[in-house]
């Protein structure tokens, strides 16, 4: 298996005002049969799109994107959900971790970034521990250069060699890899999730939802639940009703324990609109 991990470590502010600033991690989980035709399918459709050769799409493309002029409105709607038609048809799954920082973490990470990318790697062994070929884990190469770069693998490392409360990582076979997305179709559709996630869990309802929809299929479950598993917000004990307005899931587990949703004392007991 492989997954090829996005991310969106701006730190977004929502629109919800119960909820601090938002950083998100993410990706998706690609059999290494359903790779290629993957990776092929996806530049067909830039291609007929007609995004020029090795320019990326994105969730929000900044100013020097093709896209930000060329597709706009229902046009870019409608390639985002063909994108992940693409996806659904090469059984693709996702799995997204948001934070809200101005919570603790989750794990033992001193940071946020660090927190999110330990509870991702979390999942991602939980995803794939019956493989017995385990997984390689593809990452978009840092924005800084090649010195954060480095700083990022080494932390990322340190992580699968120390594992979590929870996890000692056996299933991830190579230290976290790097490559530019621009030349990985792949890579722009974790991207795509990613966003498309962060946006929706923070409120955003404009051009968010549509595409959040079609993306709900691609997220594993367990106990008969999302929430925490394919998508995970933390801390996910204070906003597990969310999990119910925005997937539809019935009950939250905790620990193998699980409680009704939505439930009256937290907060969005009553819809996800309660601001």
């Known amino acids: 298996m492989y997954f090829f991990f996005g991310d969106d470590s701006r730190q977004i502010k929502p629109t919800r005002t119960k909820m601090g600033p938002l950083i998100a991690v993410g990706g998706v989980l690609v059999s290494g049969a359903?790779?290629?035709?993957?990776?092929r399918e996806l530049e067909s459709i830039c291609t007929e799109t007609g995004f020029p050769r090795n320019e990326e799409f994105k969730w929000s493309p900044g100013p020097e994107k093709w896209?930000?002029?060329?597709?706009?409105?229902?046009?870019?709607?409608?390639?985002?959900?063909?994108?992940?038609?693409?996806?659904?048809e090469h059984d693709v799954k996702c799995i997204v971790v948001i934070n809200d920082t101005s919570r603790r973490t989750a794990t033992q990470a001193k940071t946020h970034d660090e927190d999110v990318t330990a509870t991702?790697?979390?999942?991602?062994?939980?995803?794939?521990?019956?493989d017995p070929d385990?997984?390689?884990?593809i990452v978009d190469r840092p924005a800084g250069g090649r010195k954060d770069e480095d700083k990022f693998l080494l932390s990322c490392?340190?992580?699968?060699?120390?594992?979590?409360?929870?996890?000692?990582?056996?299933?991830?076979?190579?230290?976290?890899?790097?490559?530019?997305?621009?030349?990985?179709?792949?890579?722009?559709?974790?991207?795509?999730?990613?966003?498309?996630?962060?946006?929706r869990i923070g409120g955003e309802l404009v051009f968010s939802p549509p595409i959040f929809e079609k993306i709900i299929p691609l997220l594993p479950s367990d106990y008969g639940r999302k929430g925490g598993c394919g998508l995970k917000i933390h801390p996910d004990f204070l906003y597990a009703n969310l999990y119910h307005w925005i997937l539809g899931d019935e009950h939250f587990v905790r620990h193998q324990n699980a409680f009704g949703l939505p439930t009256m004392d937290r907060p969005y007991r009553e819809n996800e609109y309660d601001y």
């Open 134 to 137: 385990g997984c390689v884990v």
């Open 67 to 88: 896209m930000r002029k060329n597709l706009v409105d229902d046009s870019r709607q409608n390639f985002f959900l063909n994108v992940l038609q693409i996806a659904t």
């Open 120 to 130: 991702l790697l979390e999942r991602i062994h939980l995803r794939v521990q019956n």
């Open 157 to 199: 490392l340190e992580q699968l060699q120390s594992g979590t409360r929870y996890i000692k990582h056996s299933k991830i076979a190579l230290n976290v890899l790097s490559t530019p997305s621009k030349l990985v179709r792949t890579l722009q559709l974790a991207d795509l999730i990613t966003s498309c996630c962060t946006a």
């Open 34 to 39: 359903a790779l290629r035709s993957l990776e």
